[in-house]
């Protein structure tokens, strides 16, 4: 496509279940970023995608998120036991991922998730 | 470590009327700095970025921010704002690590009155 989708674009669950948010990158992008946004938090980084690999999951706030990227495209953010601080925007930004270069990130509208 | 302050979370200004938001930023290394807008109920857009080549940065929708490294600062400015203009805007530095993630400031709410 022609930018970056998510989806779903809104998530009502329950606290204690868990949900699975997707990202498609722009095509031919490499590099992939998932970026929370909170009224308590502001806008914070989560995990990083370089390909399928992940080099950076600083920013998971606990073992209940987890990530994955497969065939270098499609990457879901998968938070389990959903706990109500767990309500906020999720942002997919994509970026040509080329070695030695600040590209610009492309983000995706977002998900936004409310755990009641 | 790489940070940014946004003065302001919230600015109000005449349709017309300069606009200007401002922030500062603290890294360690020549830093890359972004400002993206983000209107209601969607995601970020980019409108410029710093790369350490011209100082003063033009971007999409009549804005441009200039770096200054005396200040540690990039103010966002516009000569005349719109009522389309109204959005959050963020300043957000890029960690200049292997990763290239962004660290956000707080985010600026711009409102503008006719």
């Known amino acids: 496509g022609a930018g970056v989708s998510q989806s779903p674009s809104n998530k009502v669950t329950e606290k204690g279940k868990d949900v699975e948010l997707r990202c498609d990158p722009i095509s031919g992008h490499t590099a992939l970023y998932w970026y929370r946004q909170s009224l308590g938090q502001g806008l914070e980084f989560l995990i990083y995608?370089?390909?399928?690999?992940?080099?950076?999951k600083s920013g998971l706030p606990s073992d209940r998120f987890s990530a994955e990227r497969t065939g270098g495209s499609v990457s879901t953010l998968t938070i389990q036991r959903t706990q109500q601080e767990d309500s906020a925007v999720y942002l997919c930004?994509?970026?040509?991922?080329?070695?030695?270069?600040?590209?610009?990130?492309?983000f995706g509208p977002g998900t936004r998730l409310t755990v009641l | 470590a790489q940070s940014v302050t946004q003065l302001g979370s919230h600015v109000s200004v005449s349709e017309g009327a300069l606009v200007l938001l401002r922030c500062n930023y603290s890294s360690s290394v020549p830093p890359y700095l972004f400002w993206y807008v983000q209107y209601p109920n969607q995601g970020l857009q980019l409108l410029l970025k710093?790369?350490?080549?011209?100082?003063l940065v033009k971007g999409i929708n009549g804005f441009e921010a200039e770096f200054k490294k005396s200040e540690t600062s990039f103010h966002l400015t516009k000569p005349s704002a719109h009522m389309s203009d109204a959005a959050e805007y963020f300043c957000a530095v890029c960690d200049g690590g292997a990763t290239n993630k962004l660290i956000f400031g707080t985010g600026t709410l711009l409102a503008v009155q006719p």
């Open positions: 710093y790369t350490s080549a011209a100082t």
């Open positions: 995608f370089q390909g399928n690999s992940a080099p950076d």
């Open positions: 930004a994509s970026s040509l991922g080329v070695a030695g270069l600040v590209d610009t990130q492309y």
